[in-house]
Every structure is written in structure tokens, then in C-alpha cells.
């Protein structure tokens, strides 16, 4: 009997077919696809992977009616032609699986995973991803395991679980769910937005629409907030600050009453309480408590932390990343991975001494997840990681070890002070046992030694005064904190949360590190708010999400929760249709003023419109002209930075200059490309990469057969800067024709 495992990525496959092989796997090619074909115990075995989703749902037929429910699974290479590098590893997998008679679904052990792996099942079985597979299909197996490691692959294999159909259910709910929700959602926004004779692409997912309802309603908080002046009245010994213990008073007069009682009375030392605290460990981390962490510690995008803790769980460092457990279950064999870390020079000191001491019972969190354990590094020694990994897997490596220590150990001191009929009290701490936190050195609590006091001890202060402050309004959230918002509501997934907010900022809705809703986010909220509020309710789409997780338990149905869903979006389908103008009327005005904060300035070409910092289909950012199609002008920006519009123009080119926060550093730059400020910054750019010259030779000669640039990422961006080098020789302006197709194509899309 063959055997098919489906991996869900080349590299996870690689590592499949090398942990499980008797010998060395063959490493075939077919269609541009690898696959691995090896024996184990006899058994012929195959292991193919996928690229992500290789079956994305789309509408059966073309047509804008509203609502749609006519979706079906169709490849995803002919459903998004960015897509179309995935028909050869789906050709592949339908050619080789059709030569087995045992398929073994080795894809993530999540929702997601789940639905890689069954469809490609369902296609090469049914030959159709949209029929059922039947339950009591006998040659069907599932491979669970949360590291790519040797030792788990071989486990998973050895004990295949059965396959888990109601996992699949689940999947197809949410997929299918979220589909026809974003799809009608987005259709009944920009038809709104038509009436008012605007065309522009608009969503709102699922949980996209309670998440800017959450913003939005903050951001009504900040505006609305009127902000009170109050005072404080603080006695300054030995630099510390005694607070009068009235704290913020609303009245001067009672500020300068007290302020007049300290200062005519002698100031005596009241009483000191002393007390020895103890600070456990943290639990090692679950997906969002490390995506916060390395926000707060590495200053680090959340959607950039799960990326690279997903790229160290494909090479074998660590176990896998999208889980909500703080647990660390013994089964693990936590004391070998212990002892496999004492093998790393970097850890070895940490991970000795817990050998020395048998402390191998690790501090846990209160959150469980049924499907993996909490985020742990494998034990295998790292090799070639980027700066960017080796801060993550630092972060978690520290942060396992140090479970597993002593608890630290805290003096508390407080004191407080009497002057008439006025207290004031300060308090500090000072850490007298570092226990865990000396391996976990990216938490460092402030330490303040409090003076040496007696009680009743009279002090002379330095300095009584009295200060002045003002209430402030509620703090905008970070993407970091917005994260664990959703997650204490209980609102998407941990794997999606992320993402969602990606999709906001995209959209246009929300702007900056300190998230504020735009005025156009502020016209989304308020138009839902009125007409359909059940977009914005937070207790549907969370009623929403404990379906799925009923479907996965076999408690409901799958058909049952998407009917359900489909009343809903009727209905609020049917409230767009009668009050489309006004919610479009809204919509217009809000994207009016929202323009006018991403406004540069006059257009420089035509002189019509104004230059707006844009984004393109592809979320890339870009100035462009107000008065597209008429006037293509473009400028390019840079990605993933903040861009803040000066309005100035600059001294050399006469375009305009924007100040960009990027990656930790602020700096101003002209827009323009090819102005003489930037001179420096091509020449840069050019002396870094060191690639072959015979790649810029075959770059800049059409004719050449010597085409080296796919060697190296340099080597491509150096070829491209030769055939631009090249054409301006020919011509002042001249630019290579696929170069300037290109841009014409990407400013058609871009609207």
C-alpha cells in the first residue's frame, strides 16, 4: 500500500521525509515541484507539500447581485492570478495522489491546517474539493505534532490520530462564513459609496467591523474628553517624592491649604511598613503574550512576530506558534530539552544550573489549548539565523528557562509622613534575590531604595511644593494591546487578530503606531452605527466564533451556522439597499477630509490635482495624483514606515518633502526619486551589494546569454538599476518599456 502525507510547506515536507526514512529520501521534481519518495518498514511513502491554501473559495457565477451565497472551492491559481504559482505543487499532489490508496494529513494541527489537507484530500479521492469526504472513509489518517523535530515526526507518524472531520467542519464554516460576510459587507459599503459617485475599494470582515467599532468608540472618548485641571501637593526628601495622600485635588484652595499645613509644621516620620515580596516566574509564552512581548521588549510589529516565530518552528527551534496554551505538559521531556540547551554557549550557563538544582517543574499560565502546548524552543542548536530570529528565539528561549528557576525575591518599602494634619506617603523596592529574572533579563523592574528612616523620626525636606497637572484622555491602543483587547473579548483568533488590524490600517480606517481612526474610519463606524449595527456588534460575531468552536466539538452543525449567518447578512444586506445614499453621503465626506491629512500638495505635473499618499492593491504605498486617471504622476515611498506629510516643497526639484518614521529612525526626504538630495543615496546604494559583474553585463545587453541575476537578491536589484543606468545613456528621459508598462499598470490598479 502507498502512502501520501501532504506537508503544508516544502520545508516542513523536507523534514517529514528525512525524520521518517529509513534511508535517504529520493528527492524528485515534477512540474517544477519537489516531492520526496522514501520506505519505511516496507511501506512505499510519498510526501508531498503544499504552498498555503493551493483551494480558495470563490462565486460560482459572475455577477454583483446582493446577497451571494453561490460560493464553491475552486483552485486558487484560477480564483487570484497572483496565485498561479500554486498549479504545480496542486498538479503535482493530483498526479502522486492518485497513485496511493492511504492519505495522511500532516499539514498544521489547526483550523487552517485542517483545511489544506482535507481539500487536497477531498480533490484527489472525490476529484472535486466541494464534495464531502464520507466518515467512514477507513484509509484516512491525521499526524498531530508542534515541533518539526525528529523524535515528534516520528511519534506523530506512529501513532496517526483519526481524521478529524469535525475540525474540517469548523474550517469550512469560518472560510465560508467569512467569504460571503467580507464579499456582501464590502459590495453593499462601495455601491453606497458609488451612489455618491465615488468608486473605491472598501471591506469590512467579520471581526474587522466590532474592531473598528472598539477604535472608534475610543476615539470619540479622545475627542470628547475635557481634560480638568488638578494639584498635588508633594514633601521632596533624598530625591524621593512624598505624595499628600489626598492625592488629586480638584479645588486649588484645598491644594493651597494643605500646602500652607506642611509647610508650619514639622514633618515626622509616621510609620514604615516593610514587607518581603515574592515574584514567580512568567509562564512561558502562548501566541499573544509573546507578540506583546516582542513589542514591548524588541519594539518588534506583532505581524512581523508571529512571521519569523512561524520561520524558527519550519527550521526545527521551536514548537509551533499559533497557540493560546501557557502550558508545558511533562510528556514534552522537559528535562532533555533542558540538557539539549545546555549544549548552546548562550544558554549553557542558565541551563546548567537548573541540571545542577533538578529544577525541571516549570511555572505555567492559566490558558490551555487543546491542540499544542505553549511556545518552547526544541533544543536543536540554531544555525543561520537573522538578527531579526535570533532576537525572537532569544526572547523564548530566556523566557522557557527562566520558568523553570527560583522565584525572585522584593523588599517593599513604604512610608509615611505627617505634617500637621497632613500625610503624604511614598513608597520603593529593591530586588534581593534575582532568581528567575537573572536568565530572563528583558524584564528589569525599577528599583528605588527608600532613605533610612526611623518612626517618629523628624526629617527637614528638602523641598514642599505644590504641582500643577491636568486629567488626561483614555490612551490610544497600540496594535500590541489592541491584540489582547480582542483576545480578552474574546473576538477572532489568535492566529487572525493581527492581520484584522493589518486590514484596517490598509483600508485607510486607522493611522499610526498610536492608533487614531481617520476621519473616512470615523464615516465607516458612524454609517454602520446607524444602519446596521449588527456589523459593529461585538456579541454576534463572538456567538459567531463559539459556533465554530461547537461544530469542532460535533455540538452543531456546519449547515445550521452558516444559515444562521446568512439571516444575518440578509438583513443587513436589505438595510444598506434603503438607506444607500445616506450611508454613501457619509462615506464621501469622510473620505474627503481623510485625504486631505494624506495631502502633499499641488500636483507637479498637471497642476489639477493634489499629490495624496495612496496605497495600491498590493498594500504598497505611493504619492500619487487626486486627479487619476487623467494625470498618472507617482512618486514611490518607502514601505512599512509611517509617512507624515510637511507641506513644503523641496529647494532643488520643487517636489514635495515628507518626514518618514521608519524602523526606529525619523528622517525628512523629497518624494522625488531622482532629485539631487538623493544623489548620495544611489551612490550608497550602489557601492553596497557586491555582486558578479557579468550580472550587470547580461542586465544592461538584451542580447546577452550570460543572465546571472537570479543568484542573489543583490544581483536582481543591481541587474534592474543597470537596465534603468542603460536606457538613460540612450535618452535623457528614456526608461526601459517594461518598466514604464508596469508603472502605467500599477496606477490603474492602485485606484
Known amino acids: 500500500m502507498e502512502k501520501l502525507i501532504i506537508a503544508e510547506k516544502p520545508s516542513v515536507a523536507l523534514r517529514i521525509a528525512l525524520s521518517l526514512s529509513d534511508t535517504k529520501p529520493k528527492t524528485n521534481v515534477l512540474n517544477q515541484a519537489v516531492y520526496y519518495e522514501f520506505e ?3 511501506e512505499k511513502i510519498y510526501v508531498v507539500p503544499a504552498a498555503g491554501h493551493l483551494f480558495s473559495l470563490h462565486q460560482k457565477e459572475k455577477g454583483y ?5 453561490d460560493i464553491e472551492w475552486a483552485p486558487s491559481y484560477k480564483v487570484n492570478k497572483n496565485a498561479y504559482f500554486t498549479k504545480k505543487y496542486l498538479d503535482t499532489i493530483e498526479i502522486i495522489g492518485r497513485k496511493c490508496s492511504f492519505f495522511i494529513n ?20 472525490n476529484r472535486d474539493p466541494n464534495k464531502e469526504l464520507a466518515e467512514k472513509t477507513p484509509n484516512l489518517g491525521r499526524m498531530r505534532f508542534s515541533t518539526t523535530t525528529k523524535p515528534d515526526l516520528e511519534q506523530a507518524y506512529e501513532n496517526l490520530e483519526k481524521f478529524d472531520y469535525n475540525n474540517m467542519y469548523a474550517g469550512e464554516s469560518r472560510h465560508m462564513l467569512d467569504w460571503i460576510w467580507g464579499i456582501n459587507m464590502s459590495r453593499v459599503l462601495m455601491n453606497s459609496l458609488y451612489l455618491a459617485g465615488v468608486k473605491k475599494i472598501m471591506s469590512i470582515g467579520r471581526v474587522q467591523g466590532p474592531t473598528l467599532g472598539i477604535l472608534s468608540k475610543r476615539e470619540l472618548e479622545i475627542k470628547n474628553f475635557e481634560s480638568e485641571p488638578f494639584w498635588t501637593v508633594i514633601v521632596k526628601f533624598k530625591g524621593i517624592d512624598f505624595q499628600n495622600k489626598k492625592g488629586n485635588m480638584f479645588e486649588r484652595k484645598d491644594a493651597e491649604s494643605a500646602l500652607a499645613e506642611t509647610e508650619r509644621s514639622k514633618v515626622e516620620v509616621k510609620e514604615i511598613n516593610e514587607s518581603l515580596e515574592t515574584r514567580y516566574p512568567f509562564p512561558p509564552f502562548d501566541l499573544t503574550s509573546l507578540q506583546l512581548e516582542a513589542s514591548r521588549a524588541l519594539k518588534m510589529d506583532p505581524t512581523r512576530t508571529l512571521a519569523i516565530a512561524q520561520s524558527l518552528y519550519e527550521k526545527s527551534y521551536i514548537s509551533y506558534p499559533r497557540t493560546a496554551s501557557q502550558k508545558l505538559p511533562a510528556t514534552l521531556n522537559l528535562p532533555r530539552i533542558i540538557s539539549m540547551m545546555s ?19 516549570p511555572r505555567e499560565g492559566a490558558k490551555e489549548d487543546e491542540a499544542h502546548p505553549a511556545i518552547y524552543p526544541t533544543g536543536e542548536l540554531p544555525k543561520k539565523m537573522s538578527s531579526e530570529e535570533e532576537s525572537v528565539y532569544d526572547v523564548i528561549a530566556k523566557r522557557f528557562l527562566a520558568c523553570f528557576d527560583d522565584p525572585a525575591t522584593i523588599a517593599n518599602t513604604k512610608i509615611n509622613l505627617v505634617a500637621g ?14 532568581g528567575w529574572m537573572e536568565i530572563y533579563n528583558y524584564y528589569k523592574p525599577e528599583e528605588n531604595a527608600m532613605p533610612a528612616l526611623s518612626k517618629g523620626e523628624t526629617i527637614t525636606p528638602d523641598k514642599i511644593h505644590m504641582k500643577e497637572g491636568k486629567t488626561e484622555p483614555p490612551k490610544r491602543y497600540t496594535k500590541a494591546s489592541l491584540i489582547a483587547l480582542l483576545e480578552k473579548k474574546d473576538l477572532g483568533t489568535k492566529a487572525t487578530r493581527a492581520s484584522i488590524i493589518d486590514t484596517l490600517f490598509n483600508r485607510g480606517y486607522i493611522i499610526n503606531a498610536k492608533i487614531e481612526v481617520t476621519k473616512f474610519g470615523m464615516s465607516v463606524f458612524e454609517s454602520l452605527n446607524a444602519y446596521c449595527p449588527d456589523i459593529l456588534d461585538e456579541d454576534l460575531t463572538r456567538n459567531l466564533e463559539k459556533d465554530m ?4 466539538k460535533g455540538q452543531k452543525s456546519k449547515d445550521e451556522v452558516i444559515n444562521e449567518g446568512k439571516q444575518i447578512i440578509t ?7 434603503k438607506n444607500g445614499r445616506e450611508i454613501g453621503k457619509g462615506l464621501s465626506a469622510g473620505l474627503k477630509e481623510s485625504e486631505v491629512a494624506y495631502m502633499l500638495g499641488r500636483c507637479t505635473k498637471c497642476g489639477k490635482g493634489d499629490l495624496i499618499i495612496k496605497k495600491s492593491r498590493n498594500n504598497k504605498q505611493f504619492v500619487g495624483c487626486s486627479n487619476w486617471p487623467e494625470c498618472n504622476n507617482s512618486y514611490p515611498l518607502p514601505q512599512y514606515a509611517r509617512i507624515v506629510p510637511m507641506r513644503k516643497t523641496c529647494e532643488k526639484c520643487g517636489a514635495p518633502r515628507v518626514k518618514v518614521f521608519a524602523k526606529g529612525k525619523v528622517y525628512e526626504m523629497c518624494v522625488n526619486p531622482d532629485c539631487e538630495t538623493k544623489r548620495n543615496w544611489k551612490q550608497k546604494k ?35 538599476k543597470a537596465v534603468k543606468k542603460e536606457a538613460r545613456k540612450k535618452g535623457d528621459n528614456a526608461k526601459p518599456k517594461g518598466v514604464k508598462r508596469q508603472r502605467k499598470k500599477k496606477s490603474e490598479t492602485e485606484e
Do not use: M, W
Open 571 to 577: 438583513k443587513v444586506v436589505e438595510s444598506f439597499k
Open 421 to 434: 494634619s497632613e500625610e503624604y506617603s511614598a513608597s520603593g523596592n529593591v530586588i534581593k534575590s534575582k
Open 686 to 720: 550602489e557601492e553596497a551589494p557586491k555582486i558578479p559583474n557579468n550580472a550587470v553585463q547580461s542586465a544592461s545587453n538584451p542580447d546577452s546569454k550570460q543572465i546571472d541575476t537570479k543568484k542573489t537578491e543583490a544581483g536582481a536589484h543591481q541587474a534592474k
Open 40 to 42: 519505511r518498514k516496507g
Open 343 to 361: 549544549q548552546n554557549p548562550k544558554y549553557e550557563h542558565h541551563a546548567k544550573k537548573l541540571i545542577s538544582g533538578a529544577k525541571y517543574r
Open 106 to 125: 500532516a499539514c498544521d494541527y489547526d483550523i487552517e491546517g485542517t483545511i489544506i489537507g482535507s481539500n487536497l484530500i477531498k480533490d484527489i479521492i
Open 549 to 552: 468552536e461547537r461544530i469542532s
Open 65 to 69: 447581485t446582493l446577497p451571494t451565497f
